[in-house]
């Protein structure tokens, strides 16, 4: 007991020493400005904002906090060794991808392709034996394969489990125009955690050294997943304990189903690919043709869960499509008039002061008539309600319901991918 006990604190220690780490509150910039670039497309959608930015980036903050300590748990059991992974192989990959399409900025796709490329080149190395000499090939062939496609498969399971706790959290709605030319109501979802985590680096040091005074000893099977050292004799491999920081995000598009269950279906699935990716990465230790089946699923496994994920989503009925019998509420600002009046997602308001609605634009027409005080007959589930609303002195523009897309909406957005060095110098349309 005393062992856990002391390897925990020294691990929460380490994580905690993340905040003061500058480059931890470098993501959290990050993540804010991409929270009030969220916010902003709502003001210029729907000329309000929808979320807050404040809350939108504590709340990633806490979850963050959260993740980091799953992710570093896994990362302390296994011994996953920093130096012995290749992550200077990992970021110049990422970003390359990144600039042909944002969503490959992932180390799923990087860590694949790393990784198929150092199989490639160890199976040249027994012909080509010059290839060692080579300063950036031989960091390829020295990569431990199991230990980064695991970190690959720890960090998508943090990821999982973060969508599932707050992945619905501050959902957009936007109006989308699909493949088939119609636009239909959804919600954009999209989250970004700053993670504090513990890394391992190893290092090896002679045995009569003082940096092993005040050490914990580990068990005789850790690391699980091994090393790519070899200490010679009088030496010994000590691992150290780092502050890291890392930024995970999560983009999706709910259409045909409300956020709260998407994110839980969507999580579901990451699992079950992270899960089955750190056990194929973790046998290879043992077999080693397994690294083979890792390295190709890595990429591949993630591609196909978003194919997957994005078919099952557009093949459905969208839930928010055009209608002429009332408007149906798709989101309420919080502290409105529409959200003191006790409107809720997927109400239908059906009528005015017993005055039937047929459009967005017929309901603002309605309320400037009846400024003062108007009463909603509201249909909510198979219950019809009466609301009364106290308008005065908000402006009716300011109700506070973002509506469903009429049979001619003036804004909406397309679902184009495009590389990100062809937008460079050119001017963002406007909505």
């Not at 992270?274 to 089946?293: D, N, Q, R």
């Amino acid at each position: 007991m005393s062992f856990w006990m002391d390897i925990s604190l020294l691990m929460l220690n380490t994580l905690l020493l993340g905040f003061i780490n500058p480059f931890f509150w470098l993501v959290v910039i990050i993540v804010f400005m991409q929270y009030r670039r969220a916010v902003n497309m709502e003001k210029k959608l729907f000329g309000q904002p929808i979320n807050s930015v404040w809350k939108q980036t504590f709340y990633s903050i806490f979850y963050g906090l959260i993740g980091g300590l799953f992710g570093s748990v896994f990362l302390l059991f296994l011994g996953i060794s920093l130096e012995s992974i290749g992550i200077v192989y990992l970021w110049p990959v990422a970003i390359l991808l990144f600039l042909f399409n944002p969503r490959f900025l992932c180390f799923a796709y990087a860590g694949g392709i790393v990784a198929v490329v150092a199989l490639a080149l160890r199976v040249l190395h027994p012909v080509m034996p010059f290839l060692e000499n080579i300063g950036i090939l031989s960091g390829l062939l020295n990569i431990h394969l199991p230990s980064l496609l695991t970190l690959v498969g720890i960090l998508h399971l943090t990821e999982a489990l973060l969508i599932y706790m707050s992945g619905h959290k501050g959902a957009s709605p936007i109006y989308l125009k699909t493949a088939a030319g119609d636009v239909v109501g959804g919600y954009s979802m999209q989250r970004f955690w700053p993670l504090p985590l513990m890394g391992l680096w190893a290092m090896v040091v002679a045995e009569t050294s003082s940096a092993f005074v005040g050490s914990i000893p580990m068990p005789e099977w850790w690391p699980l997943l091994g090393t790519v050292m070899s200490p010679g004799g009088g030496e010994r491999i000590l691992y150290m304990m780092l502050p890291l920081v890392a930024g995970l995000g999560y983009s999706d598009v709910a259409v045909s189903s409300r956020p709260s269950d998407k994110r839980v279906k969507a999580a579901r699935y990451l699992a079950l690919y992270s899960i089955l990716l750190t056990i194929v990465a973790v046998s290879a230790v043992f077999w080693s043709f397994m690294i083979i089946p890792a390295a190709l699923m890595a990429p591949l496994g993630h591609e196909l869960l978003i194919k997957k994920g994005n078919r099952e989503e557009f093949s459905r009925a969208p839930l928010f499509s055009p209608t002429d019998q009332g408007v149906i509420v798709m989101a309420v600002v919080p502290g409105s008039p529409a959200a003191q009046a006790g409107l809720q997602e997927g109400d239908q308001i059906k009528a005015v002061n017993r005055v039937p609605v047929n459009s967005e634009q017929h309901f603002l027409e309605l309320l400037r008539l009846n400024y003062q005080q108007v009463l909603l007959t509201v249909q909510r589930h198979d219950r019809e309600l009466l609301l009364p609303v106290k308008l005065s002195p908000v402006p009716v523009s300011h109700f506070g319901a973002v509506f469903a897309p009429g049979r001619m909406p003036r804004v909406y957005v397309e679902m184009k991918h495009s590389p990100v060095w062809k937008r460079w110098g050119r001017r963002s349309p406007s909505a």
